[in-house]
């Protein structure tokens, strides 16, 4: 009930490419919807948010979908950079109570 | 000025001893946690402190302590430290009613 659950562990985008990281969680009465980036030897920050009266958020790339009847949200990263290569997190919560974390997704942006 | 700061950044430790990882935020949140973050990135919360009190202390062996002397600190103090306590610690701050987490740079924890 408690866990967030992420796939795929790693992905590999070619520059320009579009990635998509998805998670799945259990418990209904989560609220918050983060993702979190994370590059080596520093912490996560984070990176977008959602809250499941909306389907869609977008912030300049970066985009959130949320299916809440199939308990699912993802991240789509548009024109993926060498940049965006880091660690990806998602995470719920619920009543501004502790963060649940997914297992990450190591996205490696080839040039 | 960094928001959450945690010291030190690396500690290398034999098996047994007794050690401590200091964090602080300049943000005015009232909330703080510690996160432990495993070989495999694997993030998973340890306890969490609301204006000095202990909110929140998940399945962790009591040789782990956190003291929060005020809401901007927040300690963790480890007993006989093992093998298994090899991890990147985090410390993280909210503020009661908002959901975003603002994450220190961690402590690399190594046990020898």
């Known amino acids: 009930q408690q866990q967030v659950k992420q796939s795929p562990q790693s992905l590999i985008v070619q520059k320009g490419g579009i990635s998509i990281i998805n998670c799945a969680y259990e418990?209904?009465?989560?609220?918050?919807f983060p993702w979190y980036q994370q590059f080596p030897g520093k912490g996560p920050a984070l990176l977008i948010a959602?809250?499941?009266?909306?389907s869609e958020k977008k912030e300049g790339r970066f985009t959130i979908s949320f299916n809440k009847s199939a308990k699912q949200f993802s991240l789509h990263i548009m024109d993926s950079q060498p940049g965006d290569s880091a660690t990806y997190f998602c995470?719920?919560?619920?009543?501004?109570?502790?963060?649940?974390f997914g297992q990450g997704t190591r996205l490696t942006i080839n040039p | 000025d960094t928001a959450v700061s945690q010291t030190p950044k690396y500690l290398v430790t034999q098996m047994g001893n007794d050690k401590s990882i200091k964090c602080e935020q300049n943000?005015?949140?009232?909330?703080m946690y510690w996160y432990k973050q495993d070989s495999k990135k694997f993030l998973k919360i340890m306890f969490s402190?609301?204006?000095?009190?202990?909110?929140i202390n998940e399945t962790v062996p009591n040789r782990f302590s956190p003291k929060s002397p005020d809401k901007a600190h927040l300690n963790l103090h480890i007993n006989s430290l093992e093998l298994g306590d090899s991890a990147v610690y985090f410390c993280?701050?909210?503020?009661?009613?908002?959901?975003?987490?603002?994450f220190g740079s961690g402590t690399r924890l190594t046990v020898v």
């Open positions: 993280a701050s909210s503020q009661a009613g908002s959901d975003g987490y603002t």
């Open positions: 418990n209904t009465a989560f609220d918050y």
């Open positions: 959602i809250r499941p009266d909306v």
């Open positions: 995470a719920a919560s619920w009543g501004a109570q502790k963060l649940v």
């Open positions: 943000l005015g949140h009232d909330t």
């Open positions: 402190y609301n204006n000095k009190e202990l909110i």
